[in-house]
């Protein structure tokens, strides 16, 4: 059966540097997302992405975070100089369509661990 | 804004009981609403997607309804067993892309 998969499964990093977190969508969708969820709290929506650009976005989704799509199979979030409140895990989903049809498939997650 | 709540928060019952999971959300202009299966520190598995001109639907020991004029959905779980335990999350999705996660249900089973 087709999944989302993650990598990598955790990560450990130093307040301030940058990490890049990668995600293989299922290859026939077409919507990708992150969602990140700190310890004991709900999931949150970060990010949508489509046709090659962003579609919406939270406000927790600033100028610290950026995603990429950058071969056409692989979708990247990328967290600039970290903090220790962006210790979370991060969850990648993709969709083939959205709204009434679109049903999200979740990838594993990464631990983020900020230290 | 739409706010999804879930109760109860926690629930332990014995193996083979019949149970129900309550979920809430506060704007019932939805197009969707997806139950999802969360095991400690793991992903989250789909179960089931009710789309807004469904009243429900049905996998295995599982049945999920959807009333959008009161805002609600309810997950029933037949004959549950210890490996059901886990916590089970609902999400809406509105005319946007996002989902709103409800708080979740922590279901323990026991033998």
């Known amino acids: 059966e087709p999944e989302v998969t993650q990598t990598p499964s955790h990560q450990v990093t130093q307040m301030g540097q940058e990490v890049i977190l990668r995600c293989v969508p299922i290859s026939n969708h077409l919507y990708f997302y992150w969602y990140r969820q700190i310890l004991g709290q709900k999931v949150e929506f970060l990010v949508s992405?489509?046709?090659?650009?962003?579609?919406?976005k939270s406000e927790i989704f600033d100028d610290q975070f950026s995603v990429e799509r950058p071969d056409g199979s692989n979708f990247t979030l990328k967290i600039r100089s970290t903090k220790l409140e962006d210790s979370a895990m991060y969850f990648c989903?993709?969709?083939?369509?959205?709204?009434?049809?679109?049903?999200?498939?979740f990838g594993e997650g990464s631990r983020l661990t900020v230290l | 804004k739409q706010e999804v709540t879930q109760i109860p928060a926690a629930l332990s019952v014995p193996e083979g009981e019949n149970l129900v999971l309550n979920c809430s959300f506060t704007d019932s202009a939805i197009y969707n609403l997806q139950w999802f299966r969360q095991d400690p520190g793991k992903g989250l598995t789909s179960l089931l997607l009710i789309q807004s001109s469904q009243r429900e639907q049905t996998s295995g020991r599982l049945n999920a309804s959807l009333d959008k004029s009161s805002g609600r959905s309810t997950l029933y779980i037949a004959a549950s067993q210890p490996g059901d335990s886990a916590t089970y999350l609902c999400?809406?999705?509105?005319?946007?892309?996002?989902?709103?996660f409800g708080t979740g249900t922590r279901l323990q089973v026991f033998p």
């Open positions: 992405f489509y046709n090659n650009e962003i579609s919406e």
């Open positions: 999400a809406v999705i509105r005319d946007t892309d996002k989902l709103i």
């Open positions: 989903a993709s969709s083939a369509g959205t709204g009434d049809t679109g049903e999200l498939f």
